[in-house]
Every structure is written in C-alpha cells, then in structure tokens.
C-alpha cells in the first residue's frame, strides 16, 4: 500500500498581550498570554513511506539552525517515546517565518509534526499523549497544537479553553533583526522568586475581542526588546502611523510586530504602502484569531483532481 503524504500549516503564533507575573524559584518566568494565530505560517509535509528525517527549504532555511537539532524532530521523538509502535517518516518542512522572531515559528513547527504524526497512526486529537509530547518538546508548542486563540498561562503549558474570537485582518512585520528571547527575559531583570504583576489576565471572548480592550493590555518584553534592537521602535511607529491601523504592538519576545485593521482591503493596502517605504523588512497581510491546521492527504487531493478531468 502507497504511504501517505500529508501536510499541514504551521501558522505563526501571536502574542496579542503578553503580561509577566513573576519569576519562580527555577527561574522560569511565570506569564498570562492572549494567543492568536496567523493565516500564514510554515508548511510541513510527512512522507511516512520513508525513515525518520528531516530537510529544510524556503526563505529562511538557512538561518533555522541544524536540521538535526529542529524542534520538529524533537517532537518527533517525544511522541515515538510516548508510542512505541509509531510509524514516522521523512518531514519536508517550507520556511517562511522570519527565525527569533517572536511568532513562534519552531513551536508551531513542531506542533505541526505532532499533528502529521497523529494522522498517520490514526491518533485522535485529544489523546493525552499529544499534549505530553507537546509539553516534553518546548513550552509554546502545546498553545500551538490546534491553532486556537486563548489565553495561555505558566510557562506556557497552562491552556485555557479556546475563546472563539471573531479576529482581526492584520498587518505583521519583521525588521530582519532576529531578537533572542532568553536575551529579552534577561533585560527584563527578575530575580527568582520576584512577582511583577500578581493581576490575572481574564475575559471572555466577547471582552477579549474587543480592540479597546486590548488597549488597555499590554507586552510586558516589548521594553526589554527595544533596548535590545531600537528598531523594533521604528516599527511600531510605522504601524501606528499606516491609514486604518487600530492597535500596534510587538509579538512575543520581538522583533515582528503587528497592527490591527477593521477590513481585510485596508490591511493588504498598508502592507503594501509598508513594503513601499521599507523594501528591506518582512510584511505581510494575514488574518488574527484560530488557524486552519488542517491535515491534508495529498495523495486524495490528486486523485480527486485527476477524477475531474
């Protein structure tokens, strides 16, 4: 019997607020998170015919690191721990997003492969393993397994339910100027033990959509950051100054930066007025809120298309 093909998007994670509560006893940084996903992301394919392994292409290929130590594979293992009798493959991963960027783009990836992984083996979605091989492969991945907006707590691993939010066209833009974050959460400067801002991150959907509301949110690493790359300045000045743009703010640990629109046609207008002015940064228009992260057979589509002609 043929293997299967499958892929999936890894879209981009956005930190729509980012609030620190404190720094624990084992000096990692407790946080409460608004987490929307992009439209737009990596894409990861599976040939689960072949052996366990790896290759890299597209735009940012060259600066993701070692094939070897990819959070993708990473996954991979974790889950084959989990289970025994795993049938892998061969992942071919297409990077777009920007590296160290603060979109959470090795997350997602690696959310990705878990999803790919839990096809192939016929794995439901909500089987506890996938969670377990999420949380054993970094903090933001298991946020990123279904691509669903909510507020994420702890080091990440503590997930509310998902909101639901209607989302918003937005405009997401990247300097070129990766930001390392355990650099960032350095010029933050809690000692173990501190408490930053004890206050809990709450609301529902109908709250948390609101971008007033948002507003009065805010990226408690977008400080640190600047004094890391002032262009991230620069950016959010360009943002707030684009026709039709509602809210900007930086995502994550930095650099990329985002605005939010009321219409899509506004959104992919600033963009390209945005390319115009800085032919140098990453730009693009997307769509804030839950992400398709569908799996898709590959082999089904072409014998579909191939029953049409």
């Known amino acids: 019997m043929h293997a299967a093909l499958l892929r999936t998007l890894a879209p981009a994670k956005v930190n729509l607020c980012l609030h620190i509560v404190g720094r624990r006893a084992d000096l990692y940084h407790e946080l409460d998170s608004l987490v929307a996903f992009a439209s737009l992301g990596d894409v990861l394919t599976l040939d689960a015919g072949r052996p366990l392994g790896l290759s890299v292409s597209g735009p940012t290929a060259a600066v993701s690191g070692a094939s070897q130590d990819n959070l993708v594979l990473r996954a991979a293992r974790a889950l084959q721990a989990l289970v025994p009798d795993l049938r892998t493959g061969h992942f071919e991963l297409d990077k777009s997003l920007p590296v160290a960027a603060g979109l959470g783009g090795g997350s997602s990836d690696a959310a990705a492969a878990l999803r790919l992984l839990a096809t192939a083996n016929a794995i439901e979605p ?65 000692a173990a033990g501190e408490v930053h801002d004890p206050r809990r991150l709450t609301g529902a959907a109908s709250d948390l959509g609101s971008i007033d509301r948002l507003r009065a949110l805010r990226n408690d690493l977008q400080a640190p950051a600047l004094q890391i790359a002032p262009v991230i300045l620069e950016v959010l000045e360009a943002l707030e100054t684009l026709p039709g743009a509602r809210l900007a703010r930086m995502s994550g640990s930095g650099a990329t930066c985002f605005a939010l629109f009321d219409s899509a046609a506004a959104a992919e207008e600033a963009a390209q007025r945005l390319r115009l002015d800085q032919p140098g940064w990453w730009v693009e228009p997307t769509w804030l809120g839950d992400a398709d992260c569908a799996v898709i057979s590959l082999e089904a589509d072409t014998e579909a298309a191939a029953a049409m002609t």
């Open 126 to 190: 909500d089987d506890p393993r996938l969670l377990e091989a999420a949380k054993r492969t970094g903090a933001d991945v298991p946020v990123c397994l279904d691509g669903a907006a909510r507020i994420m707590r702890g080091i990440g691993d503590d997930l509310d339910p998902p909101l639901g939010l209607a989302g918003w066209p937005a405009v997401l833009v990247n300097p070129r100027a990766p930001v390392e974050t355990a650099a960032v959460f350095k010029r933050l400067g809690l």
